[in-house]
C-alpha cells in the first residue's frame, strides 16, 4: 500500500491523538473498575482530562535542570513514535517500515527517559524507584522478547501489519493466541510486568517509596507522567491484540479486543499486593520464561 | 480583644477579579479552573486525631473519589495539604516545609478545633494554636472531630471557591512573606530558615509586593547559610570507619 505524504502526515497526527484519547478512557476504566472492586463509585466520566488539564495549569513550578525536562519529553515522546509504528484500523502510519524489533526498542526510551530526568532530582526516593524501574524493565523483557521471537517465527515476519493480516485472513484459527497458548500466557505476564500493576508493581509502591520515579515531579512534569500513563495502556494492550487477538478488523473490535485484555491485569492489580524486586526477578525469569521456551518448542511441533 | 490581621482574600480584592477583553481566554480560564476544582490531589499530614476521619471519608462509604479527590504522597504532587489536628511546635516546622515544597495553586484545609485555635491543646507549651498565623489557610473545618460529612460539606467548599476563582490564598504567602515569617520567626527562634527561597519565588512569579520584605526578611537574610548540596558518597561514611 502506497500513500501520499500528506496523508502519511495526517495518519502520524492523528495515531497518537487517538491513542491518547482511548487511553484517557482506559486510565478512566482502571480506576472505575479499582473503585467498583473496593464497592465504591468511582471518579467521573472525564476525571482523568480534569487531572492533565489540572496539572499542566500549575502556575508555580520546580524544575532541577534541563535534563529534568528532558526526561519527560523522551517520556512522552517514546511513546507517540510508539504509536506511529503501532498499526491500527485504516491507519498503518510508518508500521510497515517499523516492524516488531524497532518497537521493542522504541517502547524501551520512555523507561530510559524517566531514568534520566529522575536521575536529576536527586531525591533517593526516586533513585531507588527508579533503579526497581529498570531491574523490572530486564526483568519482563526476557519473556517479552521470547515472545517476539515465537510471534516472528511463527508468522515468518516481523512486519505487525503482515502479522495482522495473516491472522485475519485465517479467521480466529489462526490468532496468535490460538496458535501458541503457551505464549499469549507467558505475554499477559510481560504485560503485567510492563504496564507495572500491582503484583508487580515494584517501582511506583506509594507507601513505601512514594510514588518512586514521581516523587520529585509536580504539576507539568507530573502531567507529562500522565499522558505517559494513557500512553502506555494504550500500547501495551494493543500491540497484545496485534499479536495475539488478531488486531482489529474494525475499531469496535479494536477497543472491544484491547479493553478486555486490559482488563485482567487491572483486575489482578486491586487483588493482589505486591512483589519484592527480587521477588519479581525470580518469578518474570522463571515461569514465563519456561512457558515461552515451551511455547516455542511446540511451535515446531504444530 | 485584639484585632487579628485576616490574611484571608475577599472577593473585592483587584487582584482576583482579573478578567481580561478577550473572551477566548475567558473561557480557557474557566476551564481550567473548572478542572482545578473536579481534580484534587490531597496530601493529608495527619497529625491529631483527624486524621481517623478520613478513610471512612476516601473509602467505600462516603468515596471522595466521585468529586475527583484522591490521596497523594508527596507535597510536590498534591494540591490540598490537610492538617488534621493539633500542630506542635516541632511538626509545624515539617508542615511550612512541605507547604513550600508545594506548586500552587495550593490550599490548605485545618480540619478539627486543635487547628482554628488550639482546641483542647490551649494551655500547651508546645502546640501551636492558630494554622493561619503561619501559613495562608482556605478553610477550616471546625469540629471535634468534623465527622466524614462534614470533611465532604468543607471539600466541597472549597471546590466552590475554586470554581469562581476565589481560592487565591497561596499567593497571600508570596505577598505577606515578611508576616508569615515573624511569625514562624517568632516560635522557631531567630535562625529559623527554610530551603525555599520564597522572596526570589515571589519575584519570579510577579507576586512580590512592599509587604514580602520586611524586618523579619532582613533577620532571615542575617542568619540565613546558605544551603549546601548533600554530599552523595558510596559506601562506609568516616564515621563507620573510625569505628
Known amino acids: 500500500m502506497h500513500i501520499g505524504?500528506?496523508?502519511?502526515?495526517?495518519?502520524?497526527?492523528l495515531m497518537p491523538l487517538v491513542a491518547f484519547i482511548v487511553g484517557m478512557l482506559m486510565v478512566l476504566m482502571m480506576r472505575r473498575v479499582g473503585?467498583?472492586?473496593?464497592?465504591?463509585?468511582?471518579?467521573?466520566?472525564?476525571?482523568?482530562?480534569?487531572?492533565?488539564?489540572?496539572?499542566h495549569s500549575k502556575e508555580t513550578q520546580i524544575s532541577h535542570g534541563l535534563i529534568h525536562d528532558i526526561g519527560i519529553i523522551m517520556a512522552v515522546g517514546g511513546y507517540i513514535a510508539a504509536e506511529t509504528l503501532l498499526p491500527v484500523p485504516g491507519m498503518n502510519g510508518i508500521a510497515e517500515k517499523g516492524g516488531l524489533i524497532t518497537l521493542l526498542y522504541v517502547m524501551m526510551i520512555p523507561s530510559l527517559g524517566l531514568a534520566l530526568g529522575v536521575g536529576q532530582c536527586a531525591n533517593p526516593n526516586g533513585s531507588i524507584g527508579i533503579s526497581r524501574a529498570l531491574t523490572a524493565m530486564l526483568a519482563y523483557d526476557i519473556p517479552f522478547v521470547i515472545v517476539m521471537a515465537g510471534v516472528a517465527f511463527i508468522y515468518g515476519t516481523t512486519n505487525l501489519v503482515e502479522v495482522i493480516n495473516i491472522q485475519q485472513e485465517g479467521g480466529i484459527a489462526a490468532w496468535g493466541a490460538v496458535q501458541m497458548p503457551f505464549m499469549a500466557l507467558a505475554g499477559l505476564f510481560a504485560l503485567q510486568g510492563m504496564l507495572g500493576k500491582q503484583p508487580f508493581e515494584v517501582y511506583v509502591a506509594p507507601?513505601?517509596?512514594?510514588?518512586?520515579?514521581?516523587?520529585?515531579?509536580?504539576?507539568?512534569?507530573?502531567?507529562?507522567?500522565?499522558?505517559?500513563?494513557?500512553?502506555?495502556?494504550y500500547t501495551a494492550s494493543v500491540l497484545y491484540v496485534t499479536l495475539f487477538l488478531g488486531g482489529g478488523e474494525n475499531w469496535l473490535f479494536l477497543l472491544l479486543k484491547a479493553f478486555a485484555v486490559l482488563l485482567i491485569p487491572i483486575s489482578i492489580?486491586?487483588?493482589?499486593?505486591?512483589?519484592?524486586?527480587?521477588?519479581?526477578v525470580r518469578l518474570m525469569w522463571k515461569w514465563p520464561v519456561l512457558l515461552g521456551l515451551i511455547g516455542l518448542v511446540l511451535i515446531n511441533y504444530r | 480583644m485584639k484585632e487579628f490581621p485576616v490574611p484571608v482574600q475577599t472577593a473585592e480584592d483587584p487582584s482576583v477579579k482579573k478578567q481580561s477583553g478577550n473572551i477566548f481566554s475567558n473561557v480557557f480560564d474557566e476551564l481550567v479552573r473548572f478542572a482545578q476544582s473536579r481534580s484534587l490531589f490531597m496530601l493529608h499530614y495527619c497529625t491529631g486525631c483527624g486524621a481517623i476521619e478520613l478513610p471512612p471519608a476516601m473509602t467505600s462509604r462516603f468515596d471522595m473519589e466521585r468529586l475527583g479527590i484522591q490521596p497523594m504522597v508527596t507535597p510536590r504532587q498534591a494540591d490540598i495539604l490537610l492538617i488534621t489536628g493539633y500542630v506542635s511546635v516541632k511538626t509545624l516546622k515539617r508542615v511550612i516545609l512541605t507547604y513550600e515544597q508545594m506548586n500552587a495553586p495550593k490550599y490548605v484545609i485545618g480540619i478539627c478545633s486543635c487547628t482554628v485555635n488550639g482546641g483542647m491543646y490551649w494551655q500547651s507549651y508546645a502546640t501551636a494554636k492558630k494554622l493561619n498565623d503561619y501559613m495562608p489557610v482556605d478553610l477550616y473545618i471546625a469540629g471535634c472531630m468534623p465527622r466524614p460529612e462534614a470533611v465532604i460539606s468543607g471539600l466541597r467548599q472549597l471546590m466552590e471557591k475554586i470554581k469562581i476563582g476565589e481560592a487565591n490564598s497561596w499567593q497571600d504567602y508570596f505577598k505577606r512573606y515578611d508576616y508569615y515569617l515573624g511569625n514562624q520567626q517568632r516560635l522557631f527562634g531567630e535562625t529559623w530558615q527554610t530551603p525555599t527561597d520564597i522572596i526570589g519565588e515571589s519575584k519570579h512569579y510577579s507576586l512580590h509586593t512592599p509587604e514580602t520584605e520586611g524586618e523579619h526578611t532582613r533577620l532571615l537574610e542575617l542568619h540565613q547559610r546558605p544551603l549546601e548540596p548533600l554530599e552523595m558518597r558510596l559506601g562506609l561514611s568516616e564515621k563507620t570507619e573510625d569505628r
Open chain 1, 269 to 280: 492489580a486491586f487483588l493482589f499486593p505486591r512483589f519484592k524486586t527480587d521477588d519479581l
Open chain 1, 35 to 55: 473503585a467498583r472492586l473496593q464497592r465504591r463509585v468511582g471518579p467521573p466520566f472525564f476525571q482523568p482530562l480534569y487531572d492533565i488539564i489540572k496539572l
Open chain 1, 207 to 233: 507507601a513505601e517509596i512514594a510514588t518512586g520515579p514521581m516523587v520529585e515531579m509536580g504539576g507539568k512534569y507530573l502531567g507529562g507522567l500522565f499522558v505517559m500513563q494513557c500512553f502506555q495502556l
Open chain 1, 5 to 13: 505524504l500528506g496523508e502519511l502526515l495526517i495518519e502520524l497526527t
